[in-house]
């Protein structure tokens, strides 16, 4: 089996880590793989990639909404020969859609539904090309049961071909014990509360951030994470936030920074799944995370904490209930987010979509 993934960019961010890491567990499964990225502008996965000798083909468009990206697909798909395409996020679900449609021998479609929620959901005349685009799809695969549940109230037509597959990750690489480098001088007893996330509106750092100055003084908040409200984040803690938080950018050694943290948070207004919560589970750190659909199924499971989104005195609150709490995730639960499970799903659907066409 050959397959073609297309995402619009590799820049840091939850479904393109989770994609490179689809890629390496699907190569390690004897699937051929190649990758179309819609822009090389902030590549952060280039050199893993590389190491990984996947084909990669880049778009020489500084846009992923740039049309000519049409035409780029459709060339590339023309000189190769695959067996399915699984598309991540809107513009590699729209020009792969369009594309497919030009084709004598139409490709069977799948695509990945990362979120819950999108802007486009807002906005009526998105509704009629949303409708059109997922039309063209074999499968879809919703990350949870509400990103399905939204995408489904959203669109009715997409019922009956979206399934729930969950996210996975590599677990050992989270559960090794291993020393970050630590860029901040050390508190007292001091207690890391770490988050990890792309600086996006969605992701809502500005919640933890006046969080902070509720909690004792030897409470200190790290984010790993890099995008472009990164400047405006930092300005904003200077104004809201203790002086002791930290901001270490996009890091590559995220495993141990997290086996160096106590506590774990992520404050999104919405998330279709959170993978990173699974990471911090995984590396023996209690959770509290919003309280929003596709995000909370996966909180619940791992033992974490759920707060009112937006509610810093609520978040304060909840770490604190979490500081003295041991995680009681067991191995065994865990391994139903490990990343041969999810690509063993996708594999299954993929040879589905190949046998209808």
Known sequence: MKVLHII???RVGGAEKLLVDTLEEMLSQGVKCELIVLTEE??????????????????????????????????????NEYDCVHTHLFSAQLF??????TFWEKLPLITTEHSTN?????????????????????????????????LVRYLS????????????????????????????????NEVIILMVAGMRAEKDHTTL?????LL????????VGDGDLLEETIDYSTMHGRETIVFLGARSDVPAIMKAADIFVLSSKWEGFGLVVVEAAAAGLPIVASNVAGLKEVVKDVDGLLFEP?????????????????????????????ITNMVSSYLELYKQAINTM
Request: glycine share 2%.
């Open 8 to 10: 619009p960019t590799l």
């Open 42 to 79: 902030q590549d952060f996965f280039k050199e893993r990639l590389s190491k990984m000798n996947v084909t990669v083909y880049y778009s020489s468009c500084k846009s992923v909404y740039d049309p000519r990206n049409i035409l780029f697909i459709k060339r590339v798909v023309q000189q």
């Open 96 to 101: 792969m859609a369009i594309a497919n449609r």
């Open 118 to 150: 999108n802007r486009r959901r807002e906005n009526k005349i998105f509704y009629y090309l949303d409708s059109w685009m997922y039309k063209q799809y074999d499968q879809i695969i919703a990350i949870t049961e509400g990103t399905r549940e939204k």
């Open 157 to 188: 037509s997409t019922e009956k071909k979206t399934v729930v597959v969950y996210n996975g990750l590599q677990l050992a690489d989270f559960q090794q014990t291993a020393t970050p480098d630590q860029s901040w001088e050390p508190i007292d």
């Open 209 to 213: 951030i006046r969080a902070s100055k």
């Open 216 to 223: 004792p003084e030897n409470y200190r908040v790290v984010f």
């Open 310 to 338: 937006g509610n810093e005195s609520d978040l304060a609150e909840k770490i604190m209930q979490v500081t003295t709490k041991k995680s009681t995730v067991t191995q065994e639960y865990l391994e139903k987010y490990h």
